[in-house]
């Protein structure tokens, strides 16, 4: 099990790292692998490569800001608002492992 | 860049006296203004209230992290408070809040401090260190907390 999951904020100087920091905690918890790119004002960090999307299981979008979606087209996505990935990571990567996201259709 | 650089013992306080949202904000921004950290307090109470208005920075875990990155700041900086009587910080839990980092950036410029700020933002997940926080009992152990952020990467 792979999940890849970008975390964004409107300020970019803590929701971002925290709510990454929470995804990969829980992650390691539920013993599943996870890269999770940051999108904060230090600029775009451990980036989601084609690659990395491609071969993912599951997609998690924490972000109040905006990023890109196209990208993810065609996986199996959940998107949610930084601060509930600060809470509920765990959650989320839970329902990742059950496969219960909808497939993205990008717009 | 440490986190020496951006805290100090003037800027911590263990016991917040304020008990609402809109005075610990000013409470702790009076550090910022006393350490010469920023130029106006008026016009950065307004920018952290700003934030504020785009959704609490209660982020639970009784943590809150007002911040903003503004003009009136001077030089980048961090206050820490804590208090023993938990404030309502209209959080995303719904928990009121007891450890505060209310954070100073300056608007462009330098950008060194931000990664030492997304390092703590990363360490307030955990709970080891949020109760580190809380059992502090002086200044000096909250800067000993503080400065094992340096450099150690999290795995």
Partial sequence: MKIVATTSCPTGIAHTYMAAENLEKAAKKLGVEIKVETQGSIGTENALTKKDIKNADAVIVAADARVEMARFDGKPLKEVSVSKAIKNAETYIQEAIDGSFENYKAK | MKIAELINKDLITLSLKSTNKKDVIRELAEYLKIADKINDFDAYVKAIEEREAQGSTG?????????????????????????????????????????????????????????????????????????????????????????????????
């Avoid at chain 2, 009784?62 to 208090?83: N, R, Y």
């Fill in chain 2, 59 to 155: 982020v639970g875990y009784g943590v809150a992290i007002p911040h903003a990155k503004t003009e009136s700041v001077k030089t980048p900086a961090l206050v820490f408070g804590k208090t023993d009587t938990p404030i309502n910080y209209e959080s995303s839990d719904n928990d009121d809040a007891d450890l505060f980092f209310m954070i100073a950036a300056p608007k462009g410029g330098e950008n060194l401090h931000l990664q030492t700020l997304a390092k703590l933002s990363r360490k307030l997940i955990h709970e080891e260190f949020r109760d580190a926080l809380r059992d502090a009992k002086t200044k000096e152990d909250i800067l000993t907390i503080l400065n094992k952020i340096d450099g150690k990467e999290e795995s």
